[in-house]
């Protein structure tokens, strides 16, 4: 009897041991979930659902007049109307078919989950002013695909429905259609949330040439936290060969600086 007390006892020490262990590594891995914000919308501007307007509002307020305020810009959401203006505004057939073809081409985010973890932890890691935001998917109108707000960032899915899907050909450049795919979800949550943290001061009266700079900064970083080169311009080249050659710059300290005649001589 006494034998199996022993084995207990050490199986339990074991579990102990092997549970201290790997709680290190589960605490340091910091896991990004999309919220379905669209799938509730989806729900109401297909159906009229009312339940699900009232989940959009009571559960996602903020999200719901981003939106419809600043979106779409329909009008205020206070206003008696505007629930119907709302729906109505997606009767059109082609926002039809962009909610149902979004809703198909992304009924799994499991890889773009995934990816934004891996991303954002490591910024949060190698930058002092990030702090991971609030993550959300909506259906736009095909104005914006990404909407940056207080420690919130919305992907408007519409925007990413792929390279050659038939829509965007009559509103969009083959320039712009190849930046219009899933691939391209986290580099530009990524590089919109950075420029809403690292704001140029004094934009307004800033060169052309420093203004581009700074998106060179930005766009560089991205490339670095992802790990390869999803954005590539003149500007992140001057860059990349700076910090090739100030090899104590670290990331935070290149987005914080307001020195750009430092890159002259690289462009």
């Known amino acids: 009897m006494k034998k199996i007390y022993y084995i207990l006892f050490a199986v339990m020490v074991l579990c102990v041991a092997c549970e201290l262990k790997l709680k290190p590594n589960s605490d340091m891995e910091r896991q990004v979930e999309i919220l379905r914000y669209d799938r509730i919308e989806s729900r109401y501007l297909t159906t009229g659902d009312f339940s699900a307007l009232q989940e959009m509002n009571t559960e996602y307020p903020i999200e719901t007049r981003t939106l419809v305020e600043n979106v779409l810009k329909l009008g205020a959401v206070y206003e008696p109307d505007i629930n119907s203006r709302f ?106 949330y950075l420029l809403s943290i690292y704001q140029m001061p004094n934009f307004d009266h800033r060169s052309q040439q420093e203004k581009d700079l700074h998106m060179g900064k930005v766009m560089y970083a991205v490339n670095k936290i992802m790990g390869y080169k999803v954005f590539t311009t003149k500007f992140i080249d001057a860059v990349e060969s700076y910090m090739h050659d100030n090899k104590n710059v670290t990331l935070d300290k290149l987005l914080i600086s307001d020195n750009y005649k430092c890159f002259s001589q690289y462009l």
């Open 87 to 192: 729906l109505n505004f997606y009767q059109d057939t082609t926002l039809q078919t962009l909610i149902t073809d979004a809703e198909t081409q992304y009924a799994s985010i499991d890889d773009i989950n995934k990816k934004l973890s891996a991303a954002f932890g490591k910024a949060e890691k190698e930058l002092s002013h990030f702090k991971i935001p609030k993550v959300y998917a909506q259906i736009g109108a095909l104005d914006q695909s990404i909407i940056v707000g207080d420690k919130t960032i919305g992907i408007c899915l519409d925007k990413y429905l792929g390279e050659d899907y038939p829509l965007y050909a009559k509103y969009y450049s083959k320039n712009q259609c190849k930046t219009m795919s899933r691939e391209y979800i986290v580099p530009d949550c990524l590089s919109f």
